[in-house]
């Protein structure tokens, strides 16, 4: 089991910046690809974006490509997601997830319980 609890949410307004971080406690975080994704009021949840268990590959969501980057730190089992010029449909639940297979899919085996980010124009 792995057990993840995002920090970090909140308001900020639009062209603002937000780093969410994720802690991760139970198996071997360096074993685990990370995920973050996002769940907007009324919408299905979407990928933001993820990282390979070595940081040496990173995937983008189309909408946060050169917005957000996310990064990890294994031996503090954290990986954190640095937003900047953040708009108003950036507003949503923010989730980690840890997974054994590097993707972009939904599928991923452990969750977060969330963060809310809220973005004001």
């Known amino acids: 089991q792995v057990q993840l609890v995002e920090s970090g949410g909140g308001l900020v307004q639009a062209g603002g910046s937000l780093r969410l971080s994720c802690a991760a406690s139970?198996?071997?975080?360096?074993?685990?690809?990370m995920g973050w994704f996002r769940q907007a009021p009324g919408k299905e949840r979407e990928f933001v974006g993820a990282?390979?268990?070595?940081?040496?590959?990173?995937y983008y969501a189309e909408s946060v490509k050169g917005r957000f980057t996310i990064s990890r730190d294994n031996a503090k089992k954290t990986v954190d997601l640095q937003m900047t010029s953040l708009k108003p449909e950036d507003t949503a639940v923010y989730y980690c997830?840890?997974?054994?297979?590097?993707?972009?899919?939904?599928?991923?085996?452990?969750w977060g319980q969330g963060t809310q980010v809220t973005v004001s124009s």
């Open positions: 997830a840890a997974n054994r297979v590097f993707t972009r899919g939904l599928g991923y085996d452990y």
């Open positions: 139970g198996r071997t975080f360096s074993n685990y690809a």
């Open positions: 990282i390979s268990w070595n940081s040496y590959s990173t």
